[in-house]
């Protein structure tokens, strides 16, 4: 399968350590992951708020970019995912008027389902070196990821479990809860916190009653509003792992060097506490 | 089916409005408004239903009865995260997260000064995305939180000290980019954007 990796603006700013653990991940796993050459930004909410031409534009041109390198797209953030699967979504419906001929061809791949199916969750499970045993984690989708189902094609929208299967294959104990899907706050806690933070606190609070110790999610806005709890509220913050960190930390026995420094909430006393 | 048999994907059950609002909004988002019996489930399944003035079956109902200038004006539209979790549980069927991302257009040319920052965050970003075709955390950050009426909110609000050492820790960790990436594609995107302004 030729795969073009679209990162998104995310992670080569903020959430570089993440793209960082996906390479790591996918080398190990013998998959050719090479960056959509001149990719840009899926227009994320800010587009689809104020300018609907924009928000199909974008995405669009991504997709032609895909289509010219004859190669379906790879995507990690939530977002991008959800803005990429709606542009195409749209071209295979009506005919649109936009800055490049594309014809919506490349599919778009969300990296949790890729890396779920079932010869790839076998592979993983039998290259793991080390069981992440006894850590308890929840899995974190958002919302973007599997809503709308129509667009997104999740069908257990309501339970997704492409992460709690990645993560269970890595040997942790992932525990089942009812905000999988439950909005963090996506950018609102810039403008405003109160209600980015109520928004993440209630998460954490759920996540705690079902015995979890950290979240696992995929999507890089949802780990920074939960890991920036750490100094929003650090008494309440929960460490938050990408679900690539973890899938490294148990494929390799060990991450590479500093991986986890940029956590906001440090992931160090409990990672050491497991013994990994 | 007969035109004689309702269903949820009949538009336009109710009677037009003088101002046309119902029309509008079901033919823009594709969906029939006039569908909703008032259940409730949306504003349940909201996540910040509470923050909001409208709630989101009251979006809807404003919509059938026409109540554009009270919609365009409320915070409701700007609160809103777009998560979707109104259209996925509406049993009729009603793309409310549509309805309400389409007002949020139609109030983005003047926004309630209520939500001025949520509107001003959007058009940051944008501003970034002409530039560059990509957004530069530190850049979009700069732009926001250097207009007068944000830095004086947050002034006011105390949390400049908070903001200010996530931005460092931010930095120290090699986390923001003073340079920012550019697409080579950004050409043809602003050729396009021109077009689309001069028509």
Known sequence: MNLAFYPGCSLQGVARDYSGSIYAVFRHLGFDLTELADWFCCGASAAHSLDEDLALALPAGNLFLAEKAGRDIVVPCAMCFNRLSHARHILGQEPVHLPWPVKGQAQVHDMTRLLSQPETLARIQSLVKRPLKGLRVVCYYGCQMVRPPRITGFADYENPQTLDLLARATGADVRDWSYKATCCGASIGVSRPEVGNALCLRLVDKARQAGAEAFVVSCPLCQMNLDKLGIEAPSQAMPVFYITELLELALNGRTEPGRFRMHLTDPGALLRGRGF | ?199
């Open chain 2, 1 to 199: 089916m007969t035109a004689m048999t309702p269903s949820v994907s009949t538009p336009h059950l109710l009677d037009p409005q003088p101002n046309g609002l119902l029309a509008e909004v079901e033919q823009a988002v594709g969906t029939c408004v006039g569908a909703c019996y008032q259940c409730e489930r949306c504003t349940n399944a909201c996540p910040v239903a509470q923050f909001m003035d409208v709630k989101p079956h009251q979006v809807i109902r404003w919509v059938q009865l026409g109540r554009r200038t009270q919609l365009l004006q409320s915070f409701t539209v700007w609160v809103c995260l777009s998560c979707e979790m109104c259209t996925t549980y509406c049993p009729n069927e009603v793309h409310v997260a549509g309805v309400i991302n389409h007002l949020r257009q139609s109030a983005a040319p003047a926004p309630p000064a209520i939500a001025n920052d949520l509107a001003l965050f959007h058009r940051r970003f944008l501003d970034q995305l002409r530039y560059f075709g990509r957004v530069n955390e530190l850049w979009l950050m700069a732009a926001y939180n250097t207009i007068p009426s944000i830095l004086k909110q947050k002034q006011h609000s105390g949390r400049l000290p908070t903001e200010a050492r996530l931005g460092w820790t931010l930095w120290r960790q090699g986390r923001l980019h003073l340079i920012p990436q550019r697409s080579a594609m950004v050409r043809q995107l602003h050729r396009f954007l021109e077009k689309e302004t001069h028509q």
